[in-house]
């Protein structure tokens, strides 16, 4: 495969690159989303950047386990990795916001195992899915964009098992109260982010399940609340904030209730002076 020995491959958007030094030819199988892999790296130079395989210089060999990773440059290590041919040695780089070209080497050795996601049964979702969801908790403080990525995966494997009434621990390995509160909990996490994204109208959409629930959780319903405060919806913002047991003594209820107040009392009285000029 002589043809292959040079070949590069990039992703614009991410800033990803590689380029294809030397081919020790095993299968054109390539790893999953869900794999395992042997992998070597070499001449790295990614500098301080939190990293748990590229931070040293000498060529060496880690194991990895895909949907594993928690800082950035990790998960696009993991992404450079599925373009890779057990075998295959290339140049890489990652281009960062500040414009600098981290590079390094990276060989598959080989991949330890390989599945296919539609294969896998509805216990393995869900813990698949779990995973995600702590990694994306993880990463959300210092690395949201990141952690949206990993909560929106979760979210779309179990989606593929709605409604989840009809599953059953006997059958299925997990029954669907387990299913449905992991995929509430993705739902409040995914309303966070898109929260620091000031898109307030899909945090409402995620949040939905608050008005059905009998008690949904409190993080769910002040990021509805605060969504729909920011969307001028007083009313309903208020609405949820009463639901919530003792929440004069909260003390982020609380200020939110009074915000919430502060500007319905202000837009009412708006209203007024523009009905006013109108009609006077």
């Given at each position: ?36 892999v042997l992998f070597t790296v070499n001449k790295s130079c990614v500098g301080s950047r ?44 990652i281009a960062t916001k500040t414009g600098e070209q981290l590079e390094f080497e990276l ?174």
């Amino acid at each position: 495969m002589n043809w292959y020995i040079g070949n590069e491959w990039s992703d614009e958007m991410r800033g990803l690159h590689k380029k294809v030094l030397s081919l020790d030819f095993q299968t054109v199988e390539k790893p999953l989303a869900v794999s395992s892999v042997l992998f070597t790296v070499n001449k790295s130079c990614v500098g301080s950047r939190p990293t748990k395989y590229l931070n040293c210089a000498e060529m060496q060999q880690h194991a990895m386990k895909m949907g594993s990773a928690v800082t950035p440059i990790d998960c696009y290590l993991e992404l450079l990795l599925q373009q890779f041919l057990p075998g295959e040695t290339a140049v890489c780089s990652i281009a960062t916001k500040t414009g600098e070209q981290l590079e390094f080497e990276l060989k598959l050795d080989r991949i330890t195992s390989n599945t296919h996601v539609e294969t896998l049964n509805a216990a393995e979702i869900h813990k698949l899915a779990l995973r995600y969801k702590e990694n994306g908790v993880a990463m959300f403080k210092s690395y949201p964009k990141f952690a949206f990525d990993y909560f929106s995966r979760a979210a779309q494997l179990l989606i593929t098992y709605k409604p989840f009434k009809t599953l059953d621990k006997k059958t299925n390995g997990i029954d669907g109260a387990e299913m449905e509160t992991l995929f509430i909990q993705i739902q409040t996490n995914l309303a966070a982010c898109l929260l620091l994204e000031q898109r307030y109208e899909h945090v409402i959409y995620h949040t939905d399940f608050v008005e059905t629930q009998s008690n949904p959780s409190e993080k769910s319903m002040y990021r509805r609340a605060l969504a729909y405060y920011h969307l001028k919806e007083f009313e309903k913002a208020h609405q949820i904030i009463e639901r919530v047991p003792n929440h004069e003594a909260k003390r982020e209820f609380s200020k939110l209730r009074s915000q919430i107040a502060a500007s319905w009392k202000n837009s009412n009285a708006n209203y007024k002076e523009v009905v006013q000029r109108m009609f006077s």
